[in-house]
């Protein structure tokens, strides 16, 4: 039988129990402190998810989890281990997000850092162009295009015209001239010095 300094008396329920199931507290007489571990688990949570309460801030219903699986921080659902990413700096390994809330998390802060829009401005955009890219009139528009001098976004392009615009690298000189080599007009270059052609603006 365990002997009395090897047994304290929890605080909250008044039974007995051996010293080992209270953590350590060297401000106490004993050196233990008042309540066991579990009730401060328990009683230590509770007062924990009322002031978070207080404060206005999310807190998080307790679910189930099962075996080989996590619950995304974003509430997206519980999903096995496979969709989520490796992390090796968390306490389980994973990542706090699932891949498929990262892959939005990232496309948000793509268009905020390159752009300085959200996915609603890139969306609306979208709307008012009624779905289609501002060149063609035909393809979906899929990507912000921009100017590349000042940063303003342009409107949204479907990926081939957006490419295009790369490709002629912004100069309308350059693109009347397709626009006028794809329509058929004739034109020559002009002899302004011995093997020295003007192209015609």
């Known amino acids: 039988m365990a002997g009395e300094s090897d047994v304290k008396r929890r605080r909250k329920c008044k039974r007995e129990f051996p010293v080992a199931v209270f953590a350590r507290d060297k401000n106490r007489r004993d050196g233990l402190q008042v309540h066991c571990r579990e009730c401060v688990a328990k009683y230590g949570a509770a007062h924990s998810r009322r002031r978070r309460e207080c404060m ?3 807190v998080r219903e307790k679910v189930d989890v099962p075996a080989g699986h996590k619950l995304c921080r974003t509430y997206c659902g519980i999903k096995p281990h496979a969709e989520w990413h490796r992390d090796a700096s968390a306490s389980d390994g994973l990542s706090t997000r699932c891949k498929a809330c990262r ?3 990232g496309r948000q802060e793509h268009l905020k850092r390159q752009y300085g829009i959200t996915e609603a401005e ?3 955009s979208t709307a008012s162009q009624e779905g289609a890219c ?6 979906p528009a899929a990507h912000v295009d921009h100017c590349h001098e000042t940063g303003r976004v342009r409107g949204v392009l479907c990926f081939s015209r957006n490419a295009a615009l790369g490709q002629f690298k ?10 006028a080599y794809v329509e058929g007009i004739a034109w020559k270059p002009t002899l302004v010095a ?3 052609y003007q192209l015609p603006s």
């Not at 501002?134 to 393809?139: P, Q, T, V, Y």
Request: glycine share 10%; aromatic share 0%.
């Open 134 to 139: 501002r060149i063609c009139l035909s393809a």
């Open 194 to 196: 011995p093997g020295v």
């Open 103 to 105: 892959a939005v998390q």
């Open 56 to 58: 206005g801030k999310t």
């Open 170 to 179: 912004d100069r309308p000189d350059a693109i009347r001239r397709a626009a």
């Open 122 to 124: 890139r969306d609306g």
